[in-house]
């Protein structure tokens, strides 16, 4: 018995809501090393943190891209891989799970999302399309553009205001995209690309009701609608505890709805399956199916692998189990939440509301000093990493490429850094640590200047750009 006692019996306190719905097994020892060792790494990286060696990081925000931790059931799964060519048992466990869980009628396999897309683009877009959607995802446009289309941005106004804290900030403007039905006519928009959460806006929610007045209005054109359901798990969660009706639903039910309004989907494994590679795309029309089907052998390998080992689709299978579980989802979205909250309180400018797996630092507000094309975000990326080893992503004018025929740089009206929280990884000391480190570099702000690219590749540059200090 303690001398004191913590509380006295009886006396309010706000008792916790949630705690992780698992304990650990296995660990990973990570270290942070020294300050010149950080300093020798970010410069020899070019000051682009995708170009960092993780052996010199400490706490790894980059992406939740494939950084899960996976389940005792996932890793007894990946025991029962069927490695057979053709017709891997663990193909069909996987296309189980996605039909009943998705509810999409054929399924095919892909190596990772960008796959998917890439299938999905060469299959439904013609030279001279345009797509429609709620914000772009960087590797989804770059596919609908080389198939020959046009993506045309329909999201919200509100999805560029960092402050604003309406709750649907992913939902499509109905207004802004009859408008475009009206000015290229429905014959050229071979589908409307939906998304949930909206990783660019901050992860943040398109609502259930969206979602149906898009479908009818697409239906009343003819128009199909295809969904990027990377992160439709933790959209789902948003919709439970915020839209009315849905409180008392489960996130399973609410994702089958979600999917129920569009015609199929696309998928990156490594996010919400709590995996580390693996994607798929499920549509409801044959004629798609069999394009996909034909195309993934192209592509990808036969069309019951898809480019993953029959492991890897047992460990997905499973992993869309545990995805959807309501205390999985909740302790997740939670701990980004927790993080977030810290900053919040010490005045931090970050994009509100907090989104589903990942905090956005505004990194436009902190410097405003540093001009856009001296890359705000770049720099922050690259002070946090040098002041704790904490590796971060650009999500601003870097991420946005360049204007097709101009040649100038997409400015877009957001310039962040995310800090992406990987599923079932880090504690909340590692999510202190983490605010701390924020803070750190926030009341140093005023002394921090900008950058200059020095290297610039074709496609997808924040990849791999490099950069220098501005003198
Ligand atoms: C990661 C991601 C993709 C691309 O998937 P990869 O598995 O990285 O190829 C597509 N859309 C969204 C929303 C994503 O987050």
């Known amino acids: 018995m303690p001398k004191k006692p913590l509380r006295t019996m009886g006396q309010q306190f706000n008792r916790r809501s949630w705690a992780e719905p698992w304990k650990i097994k296995v660990v990973e020892p990570i270290h942070m090393v020294s300050r010149e060792e950080r300093e020798k790494a970010i410069k020899q990286a070019g000051y682009n943190t995708f170009l960092l060696p993780a052996s010199e990081v400490y706490i790894d925000l980059l992406t939740d891209s494939g950084t899960s931790a996976m389940s005792d059931r996932q890793w007894a799964g990946m025991m029962l891989g069927d490695e057979s060519y053709a017709g891997s048992a663990n193909f069909y466990h996987m296309e189980k799970a996605i039909q009943d869980y998705y509810g999409y009628k054929y399924v095919v396999p892909t190596h990772q999302g960008r796959g998917a897309e890439h299938l999905m683009s060469q299959a439904l877009i013609k030279k001279g399309d ?11 446009r770059l596919h609908q553009e080389l198939a020959g289309g046009t993506f045309v941005d329909v999201i919200i106004d509100e999805a560029h205001d960092p402050e604003n804290l309406h709750p649907f900030k992913g939902n499509v403007d109905l207004n802004k995209l009859e408008d475009l039905i009206k000015k290229v006519g429905a014959k ?7 998304a949930g959460t909206v990783n660019m806006a901050g992860g943040q929610p398109i609502s259930m009701e969206n979602m149906r007045d898009v479908r009818n209005l697409c239906n009343k054109h003819g128009i199909r609608v295809y969904l990027d359901t990377t992160r439709m798990v933790e959209n789902s969660f948003f919709i439970q505890e915020r839209e009315e009706g849905y409180e008392d639903k489960s996130v399973a039910e609410i994702l089958k709805e979600s ?8 998928m990156s494994a490594k996010k919400d399956h709590l995996v580390n590679i693996g994607g798929w795309l499920a549509v409801n029309h044959e004629d798609v199916f069999e394009q996909a089907r034909n195309m993934v052998v192209v592509y990808e390998g036969l069309h019951t692998y898809g480019g993953m080992a029959g492991r890897d689709m047992e460990a997905l299978a499973i992993g869309i189990t545990e995805a959807v579980q309501d205390d999985h989802i909740q302790s997740r979205i939670e701990q980004v939440r927790y993080l977030g909250s810290l900053l919040v309180d010490w005045g931090i400018p970050i994009v509100q509301p907090i989104g589903g797996h990942a905090i956005f630092l505004n990194a436009k507000e902190m410097y405003p000093h540093i001009p856009q094309d001296q890359f705000p975000a770049q720099t922050l990326t690259a002070e946090l990493y040098l002041d704790s080893g904490i590796r971060t992503m650009e999500r601003g004018v870097v991420s946005s490429g360049r204007d097709p025929i101009t040649g100038d740089h997409k400015y877009p009206s957001l310039e962040l850094v995310r800090l992406t929280i990987p599923r079932r990884v880090y504690t909340q ?15 140093n702000r005023k002394n921090t200047k900008g950058l200059e690219m020095v290297y610039e590749p074709k496609y997808l540059r924040f990849f791999q750009a490099r950069f220098e200090p501005i003198k």
């Open 429 to 443: 000391a590692h999510m202190d640590i983490t605010a701390e480190a924020v803070r750190a570099v926030y009341e």
């Open 259 to 266: 999917c129920s309004y569009t015609d199929g989907a696309w």
């Open 130 to 140: 345009t797509i429609p959607g709620n914000m772009y995802f960087t590797t989804t």
């Open 188 to 194: 050229k928009i071979p589908f409307v690309s939906l």
